[in-house]
């Protein structure tokens, strides 16, 4: 096996396009689980750690440019007041040690339904910047970035440069679920992004379809409902009846860490929370 | 730098918490385990595995295997030279599986090769042809007329009955329940590993790390159809045990080749071949009723139990045996009927785990202690304190408890212990189920509270010649008293080597003890398991030193001139009634060194009567309490222990801190299994053969325990100690349990506990 190491976004882009056999590995945190495993045999491995550009982040028009290869322990750090919703996923991402290697622009290379990066991203409306060395830079939208289990919208020779996302405007939340209470893989995820300048409201839901989601209708359905002007506590009512809109929108299934009917039932309760505490941190901070 | 001695200057003799030798090495990240055993020019073993439950094979073609360039052997059934059968109490299980499979996972063939990466490769190309059969893998059919054969003979592999008192009993107040306990695995952390080593006069040397270097010894001989002489074991470090090394695993293959190479051949399993490489805890099904008086006394109690054995049988029988005995509680009743039965099914074979079928039962009878507590009015602490076994007590076998048996006060201790402080207002994440998955602010959590108590055999039971052989040698070397200390015992991880240390110090009064490496130059030590290597090496090795003592004694008496008596050790010095010096070690015993070699048995135990489990089946027996306060999101189904406390007499501290290790490791296994800890076997297939899906407890799940220790000394037993290592293991998981069902409100008759169960999804 191949080892190619550039050192610019530039050469980076070149080998990717010369070298299709090649496997781009960032912190490696899920590549090298796969060589393990010898489910995957590439013939070369193209290290990203040494470009310097994908190790950065920016602000440009009210959006946070993330580079694919942050690891999550700086969004922690340095995006929890931007990118609340964001930095709330990665505190649940594995242990100390994969936060520190781990990068969001791994996650979305892998585009694992449980990717507990997506669920935020999907909520906060993000855009995925790719690039190739033929065709230059394009931008998708991160709810069509996912296109089927562990399949995402990459061409061949394109590599992930950075996740575009709005500075949050309004409260966010990110909420998990698994079986111990640390270094477990999601068994449901569901963030919540409100957008109060838009009167609008975001969601994700991780781990409980082929694919992370939005749940469109269940966005419209709370948006509309909201009292965004006399901000008036959020009924009961409301936050379950979002909750189960939420929950209808999943098309989980069971598996050996857990049953589609716990899936569903436990994002209702999730989306009812989620939506509780937005809405009154939103309230607090009127 | 200078450097600030704080604390006393321990003595490193008995009582003390001396320091283990291999701690530091094992923190740092230096000790040797026995996947880093190294050899120069050896070659990686790697074995094939049968992907089918129950299949017939057909044919083995090992020729394209054979062409892959590096590859040194390939081995079948054929090539095994002895019986090609293997098993701890009857040798059931093919070293490579003939002409069926019996289990997804069982060994097929054997590839050697340069590079273990190859060796895997070729072990690709074998092609297999195998006739799939239909797999029996529900335990509760196994007993039926149509069902699958596992081995010819019927699929029971043993049933313990157990009758006492009233054949018909009755009583005013009557409880029962049923009860599911799922197949928890050992999880040690360093995976199967070993190295053999042909050597010149045809035989073989293993290192290899294991739980009983002499009964593995015996396996391997009959396979490889060679004497005891050829066939030599030295302990490989060991990374954890808890019964999962008491089977065979790499050990006759890595020596099959061995022989045939000609060359040293390491194998060493990843995690997830290690799933399919051990047995795993007997998954168990169980009926219990409980007849009392209006006041919560027992007066009769009925349990039937089915454990699922897998396909090979293992240890399952002195499991069901332990599973029947002790398989009511620490608890007084005088009227008994049970039932307890292990099955033969295609399922992964199950044996030794840590607590042997006391920890399945005592799900059961603690959760029915329960059920009777909540039927007569009084609280869980009560009814246990009722009923529970005092000295002199009869156990349901009508064994007399002749040592302490202080049931009712480890209740008390543990419920005496101040309760965990409510959540605040606004908790932090950490505190709450869920952690930072940040599911709950506080909403829809309740706390609970739960207790168990249990009693567990400490040393082999049922009539088992139970012993360990210790070798000790006392000289001075460059002017220096140098005790050396040899068993084949496996230190495990517990902390025997230290043990074996103190003892000697206080025997012999040296400073410098020696223990040298476990091997099977010397004799058998019996296995590290049923908690019992302080109490048997423990009394061998203290035999051994007093041999050696008064042989010293003896010379020195002649030397001086004086008798024998009032004659003692201490440090490098011969000392007399008053402690005053008479001679230094090195004029008593010159350049000779003394050497005494002693076989230590416990008191004999006896085996049951077959029509009705009657009998003094046990050496000693073993008491924990625990209780568990924990804090359960209902909604959600999660739950985080808040607080863990437990009680658990000891009998003597031989090493204080590694006492307070066992309970806590074992307290910690015991709640993994009541909340997380699950083999997930569906149609005989492994589904979560790793640990991202096999989950553990991790530091947010495992709240600071308080341990109280008792040490009651048992007047029969070295020192009186008491086995440690077990007993928590089985009385924490059951309290957790409770904890959940407290707070919850429900019944949950099975563990683990998932948050499907709680939220009823
Ligand atoms: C013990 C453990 C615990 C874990 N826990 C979690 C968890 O709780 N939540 C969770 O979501 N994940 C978890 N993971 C998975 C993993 O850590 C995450 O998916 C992480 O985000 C991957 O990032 P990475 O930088 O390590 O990616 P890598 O492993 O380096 O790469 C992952 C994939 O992305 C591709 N890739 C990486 N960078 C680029 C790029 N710039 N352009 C194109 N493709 C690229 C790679 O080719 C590969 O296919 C865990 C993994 C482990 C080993």
Not at chain 2, 34 to 52: C, E, I, Q
Not at chain 2, 181 to 201: K, N, R, T
Not at chain 2, 394 to 404: E, L, N, P
Not at chain 2, 622 to 641: I, N, W, Y
Request: net charge negative; hydrophobic share 40%.
């Amino acid at each position: 096996m191949d080892f190619l190491q550039p050192s610019s976004w530039d050469e980076a882009l070149a080998s990717r396009a010369e070298r299709p056999d090649a496997l781009p590995i960032a912190g490696g945190t899920d590549v090298m689980v796969e060589l393990n495993f010898d489910r995957r045999r590439p013939g070369a491995l193209l290290d990203l750690s040494r470009v310097d550009e994908l190790r950065a982040w920016s602000v440009e028009d009210g959006a946070v440019r993330l580079g694919a290869g942050v690891p999550y322990a700086r969004v922690i750090t340095e995006l929890a007041d931007r990118l609340p919703g964001l930095a709330m996923a990665a505190r649940t991402v594995g242990s100390p040690q994969i936060r520190v290697r781990g990068t969001v622009g791994g996650n979305l290379g892998s585009a694992s339904p449980a990717g507990d990066a997506h669920p935020p991203l999907l909520a906060a409306g993000a855009e995925v910047e790719v690039a190739s060395a033929a065709r230059g830079t394009r931008r998708i939208p991160v709810a069509e970035f996912f296109t089927g289990v562990k399949r995402n919208a990459l061409e061949p020779d394109e590599l992930i440069a950075a996740v575009h996302v709005r500075t949050a405007r309004g409260p966010q939340q990110f909420c998990k679920v698994g079986t111990r209470n640390a270094m477990v893989i999601s068994v449901s995820a569901f963030a919540l992004a409100l957008h109060p300048d838009r009167q609008a409201v975001g969601t994700g839901i991780g781990s409980a379809a082929p694919t992370p989601r939005r749940a469109p209708e269940a966005e419209e359905f709370l948006a509309g409902e909201l009292d965004w002007a006399g901000r008036a506590a959020l009924p009961e009512s409301l936050a379950r009846a979002f909750g189960e809109r939420v929950a209808a929108a999943a098309s989980p299934i069971d598996d050996v860490r857990g049953t589609a009917a716990y899936r569903r039932h436990s994002l209702a309760v999730l989306a009812r929370r989620a939506a509780t505490w937005a809405w009154d941190d939103l309230r607090r901070a009127a | 730098m200078t450097t600030t001695q704080t604390g006393v200057r321990t003595t490193g003799r008995i009582g003390d918490s001396a320091q283990r030798p291999d701690g530091t090495l094992k923190v740092t990240g230096e000790f040797a385990y026995a996947s880093d055993l190294w050899h120069d020019d050896m070659v990686w073993g790697v074995t094939l595995r049968s992907p089918h439950p129950h299949a017939r094979i057909r044919r083995i073609d090992v020729t394209e295997a054979l062409t892959v360039p590096g590859v040194s052997a390939v081995l079948t059934a054929d090539d095994v030279p002895g019986e090609n059968a293997y098993g701890l109490e009857h040798a059931d299980q093919p070293v490579l599986a003939a002409e069926f499979v019996r289990y997804e996972g069982e060994p097929v063939a054997l590839v050697a090769a340069d590079h273990p990466e190859t060796a895997r490769r070729a072990a690709a190309r074998i092609r297999v042809h195998y006739e799939v059969l239909p797999a029996l893998t529900d335990p509760r059919r196994a007993l039926d007329d149509d069902a699958p054969q596992v081995h010819p003979g019927g699929n029971l592999v043993r049933h313990l009955r157990l009758r006492r008192g009233d054949p018909e009993p009755t009583a005013p107040v009557v409880v029962s329940i049923d009860f599911e306990v799922g197949m928890q695995d050992q999880a040690f952390l360093g995976p199967e590993s070993g190295l053999a080593v042909p050597a010149e006069d045809g035989g073989v040397d293993l290192y290899v790390a294991t739980q009983w270097l002499h009964v593995d010894q015996r396996q391997i001989c009959l396979a490889l159809g060679m004497p005891p002489e050829k066939v030599r074991l030295t302990l490989a470090g060991v990374g954890g045990a808890f019964g999962g090394r008491e089977d065979l695993s790499v050990h006759v293959h890595a020596c099959l080749l061995a022989l045939r190479t000609g060359r040293p051949v390491k194998m060493s399993y990843g995690r997830e071949e290690s799933f399919y490489g051990h047995v795993h805890r007997h998954p168990a099904t169980m009926t219990y009723e409980f007849g009392a008086e209006r006041d919560g006394t027992l007066v009769y109690a009925k349990a039937r139990t089915l454990l699922d054995g897998g396909a090979y049988a293992s240890s399952t029988a002195a499991v069901v045996g332990n599973a029947g005995l002790l398989g009511l509680g620490p608890y007084r009743i005088p009227s008994v009927a049970v039932d307890a039965y292990g099955v033969f099914t295609h399922n992964p074979p199950c044996g030794a785990m840590r607590g042997f079928g006391c920890v399945q039962a005592a799900f059961a009878h603690e959760a029915l202690m329960d059920e009777l507590a909540a039927a007569v009015g009084v609280s869980p602490v009560e009814i246990r304190q009722r009923n529970g076994f005092v000295e002199g007590d009869r156990t349901v076998t009508g064994q007399v408890i002749d040592s302490a048996a202080p049931v009712a006060e480890l209740l008390q201790r543990v419920a005496d212990l101040p309760l965990p402080s409510a959540l605040p207002e606004r908790p932090d994440l950490l505190d709450l189920p869920g952690a930072v998955g940040n599911t709950t602010h506080g909403e829809g959590v309740h706390r609970g509270v739960g207790y168990a108590v249990t009693y567990k055999n400490i040393g082999f039971s049922e009539g088992f010649d139970d012993y360990s052989t210790a070798r000790v040698r006392l000289q001075v070397v460059a002017g220096e008293a140098v005790a050396t200390v040899h068993t084949a015992a496996a230190e495990v991880g517990q902390g025997l080597v230290t043990v074996q240390q103190q003892i000697a110090r206080t025997e012999l009064g040296v400073e410098r003890v020696v223990v040298v490496p476990a091997d099977t130059a010397v004799g058998s030590a019996g296995s590290t398991s049923a908690s019992r290597q302080t109490y048997v090496t423990g009394g061998a090795v203290k035999a051994a030193c007093e041999a050696v003592r008064t042989a010293v004694l003896q010379r020195a008496a002649v030397a001086l001139g004086r008798p024998v008596a009032g004659l003692a050790l201490d440090g490098d010095k011969v000392v007399g009634p008053s402690g005053e010096v008479l001679a230094g070690l090195g004029e008593v015993l010159g350049d000779d060194a003394v050497e005494e070699t002693v076989e230590w048995r416990h008191r004999p135990t006896h085996a049951v009567d077959p029509e009705t489990g009657q009998g003094d089946a046990h050496v000693q027996f073993a008491f924990s309490a625990h209780r568990a306060v924990v804090d359960v999101d209902t909604e959600l189904g999660l739950v985080k222990v808040v607080a863990l406390d437990t009680a658990q007499d000891v009998g003597r501290a031989i090493n204080p801190d590694a006492v307070v290790g066992q309970i806590h490791g074992g307290s910690a296994q015991g709640m993994g299994l009541a909340l997380m800890e699950e083999v997930v076997v569906t149609d005989g297939h492994v589904r979560n053969p790793s640990f991202t899906d096999y989950l553990l407890p991790t530091i947010l799940d495992m709240p600071p325990m308080r341990v109280e220790v008792l040490e009651y000394a048992d007047p029969h037993a070295p020192y009186g100690v008491r086995g440690v290592g077990e007993p928590p293991t089985i009385s924490s998981g059951p309290a957790v349990a409770a904890a959940v069902r407290a707070a919850c409100a429900k019944p949950l008759r099975r563990v683990p506990i998932r948050p499907e169960h709680i939220t009823g999804t």
